[in-house]
């Protein structure tokens, strides 16, 4: 009987139940000899004693284990750590990766609000301060046509008391030769037919 066996990474890692990598770190740390295969592409192979692949059935270690070795995982537990899977997450870290995600997630939301609300601070000052623009505009056309209004009011005045200076005038100078005239004159005024009967 041979006192070793060729095998490929793959088969050593089938054989103890553990993954790729972790054969082909086994192999080096008992520094078994590897070979290239015949041709490109060929799997290496490893020489391995055949005392290395006997388990031992101790009640303290699992089937297929190896004294020294530290205990093998189910594959049936843990399938990440067969076929060179990445090894599974712990429950603690998941949950803290979890909660940084929540967080970022948080800050994102928080931070395109806050960007929205300075829009909307920016557009309410920008009216707000055409509304005061248009204001004082509004302001000025005020004062300018209460300007205007006084200044008629002004003349309409002093006409009113031209006027006013004049008929008084005229009642004095006719109360002055004593004359007065009748009231139909006074209510209808002259006609021609009144000077005709005068003459």
């Not at 490893?46 to 004294?67: F, H, K």
């Not at 707000?128 to 000025?140: N, T």
Request: without cysteine; neutral net charge; aromatic residues 4%.
């Amino acid at each position: 009987m041979a006192d070793h066996e060729w095998m490929t990474y793959r088969q050593l890692a089938d054989r103890f139940g553990i993954g790729i990598d972790s054969a082909r770190h086994k192999a080096k740390r008992r520094k078994w000899q590897a070979e290239a295969g015949n041709y490109p592409g060929a799997p290496v192979r490893v020489r391995v004693p055949v005392l290395a692949l006997i388990p031992d059935r101790s009640p303290t270690e699992p089937q297929g284990s190896i004294p020294g070795d530290p205990p093998i995982a189910d594959p049936q537990v843990h399938p990440n750590r067969s076929g060179g899977d990445p090894p599974m997450i712990p429950l603690d870290r998941a949950q803290e990766m979890v909660a940084e995600a929540i967080a970022q997630e948080r800050a994102e939301t928080a931070r395109q609000l806050a960007e929205r609300d300075t829009l909307h601070l920016g557009t309410i000052e920008r009216l707000l301060a055409q509304a005061a623009i248009e204001r004082s505009l509004l302001v000025e056309r005020v004062d300018a046509a209460e300007i205007r209004a006084e200044r008629v009011e002004a003349r309409l005045d002093q006409v009113l008391d031209v006027l006013l200076s004049e008929r008084r005038q005229l009642t004095a100078s006719q109360a002055g030769n004593g004359e007065r005239e009748p009231w139909w004159r006074r209510w209808f005024g002259e006609s021609r037919r009144t000077k005709l009967g005068e003459g």
